[in-house]
């Protein structure tokens, strides 16, 4: 099976950044696409950023468009999601995610789950 762990979150004024890191373990022979989402109080789960493991092909959702990128070190085996310019609207418990072929920003799509990690921020 797969493993994914989270870290990175915390607590930012408006306008500051984070970084939040996935590092995945187990059989990850079969992922070939991992994603961001994010997920706040009484709101559904919403696809932020996804990339294609096995090249450069990255998808950003229109409303970090600009502001958020997403990243990989293979050789450690760990996604990254570099957040700038945060908004209080930004503020949600974000996780991450892995998949087989094919990149998608829709939940339902993932079979893997990190336990999510809390980013606040404060204007």
């Known amino acids: 099976q797969v493993q994914l762990v989270e870290s990175g979150g915390g607590s930012v004024q408006a306008g500051g950044s984070l970084r939040l890191s996935c590092a995945a373990s187990?059989?990850?022979?079969?992922?070939?696409?991992m994603g961001w989402f994010r997920q706040a109080p009484g709101k559904e789960r919403e696809g932020v950023a996804t990339?294609?493991?096995?090249?450069?092909?990255?998808t950003v959702s229109n409303s970090v468009k600009g502001r958020f990128t997403i990243s990989q070190d293979n050789a450690k085996n760990t996604v990254y999601l570099q957040m700038n310019n945060l908004k209080p609207e930004d503020t949600a418990v974000y996780y991450c995610?892995?998949?087989?072929?094919?990149?998608?920003?829709?939940?339902?799509?993932?079979?893997?789950w990190g336990q999510g990690t809390q980013v606040t921020v404060s204007s």
């Open positions: 990339i294609f493991t096995g090249g450069s092909s990255t």
């Open positions: 995610a892995a998949k087989g072929w094919g990149p998608s920003l829709a939940a339902y799509d993932y079979e893997y």
């Open positions: 187990g059989d990850t022979s079969s992922v070939k696409n």
